[in-house]
């Protein structure tokens, strides 16, 4: 009942109970608070797998798709 009042108590979820031992009440709030700790610092850092964002932008700052069609185009000009 300490257990479930505690993690009540500080908002952390209720899942805990299930996967942390619930015997010693002192050992519980112990892991308890280092895992709320470990899960502060995550949020601190970013998500823990990360997306990449890439630019597949034109060089120079001009439009990739300007730039492919301007190409395709040159290259279907009638030669003079």
Do not use: H
């Amino acid at each position: 009942m300490d257990c479930r009042e505690y993690v009540s108590g500080k908002n952390y979820p209720a899942e805990l109970l299930e996967i942390l031992p619930t015997a010693d009440f002192e050992q519980f709030k112990s892991a308890v608070d280092k895992l709320a700790a470990l899960a502060g610092s995550w949020g601190a850092k970013g998500p823990v797998n990360p997306t990449v964002q890439v630019d597949f932008g034109a060089p120079l700052g001009g439009s990739s798709l300007e730039k492919s069609d301007s190409l395709i185009a040159n290259a279907f000009k009638p030669k003079r």
